[in-house]
Nanobody, 122 residues
Framework: QVQLVESGGGSVQAGGSLRLSCAAS????????MGWFRQAPGKEREFVAG????????YYTDSVKGRFTISRDNAINTVYLQMNSLKPEDTAVYYC???????????????WGKGTLVTVSS
């Protein structure tokens, strides 16, 4: 079992930055790939970024490439999403998830956090 708790969401103006954190509890955190997903109002949840447990593979959806960076610290069971140059279209609830990831369209997540809201104003 893995429990996930996100933090770091908030309101920011366009062009600003936020860093999301996801704290995981459970003995097998380091064996899972970790991903960030988001769901904007009226839209389906979408993949944002993912990182394999060895940290040698990272994946991003095209709309965030060059602006967002995913990282993880297995020693403290935490995964991060650094978000720079934020745009109003990044507004969404962001979810952390644990599972397996082989690509931005090829993943299966077993555990989910409850989400943290990011609001970007123009």
């Amino acid at each position: 079992q893995v429990q996930l708790v996100e933090s770091g969401g908030g309101s920011v103006q366009a062009g600003g930055s936020l860093r999301l954190s996801c704290a995981a509890s459970g003995h097998t955190f380091s064996s899972y790939a970790m991903g960030w997903f988001r769901q904007a109002p009226g839209k389906e949840r979408e993949f944002v970024a993912g990182i394999r447990w060895t940290r040698d593979f990272t994946y991003y959806t095209d709309s965030v490439k060059g602006r967002f960076t995913i990282s993880r610290d297995n020693a403290i069971n935490t995964v991060y999403l650094q978000m720079n140059s934020l745009k109003p279209e990044d507004t969404a609830v962001y979810y952390c998830a644990a599972g397996w990831i082989n690509g931005r369209n090829n993943y299966g997540m077993d555990y989910w956090g409850k989400g943290t809201l990011v609001t970007v104003s123009s």
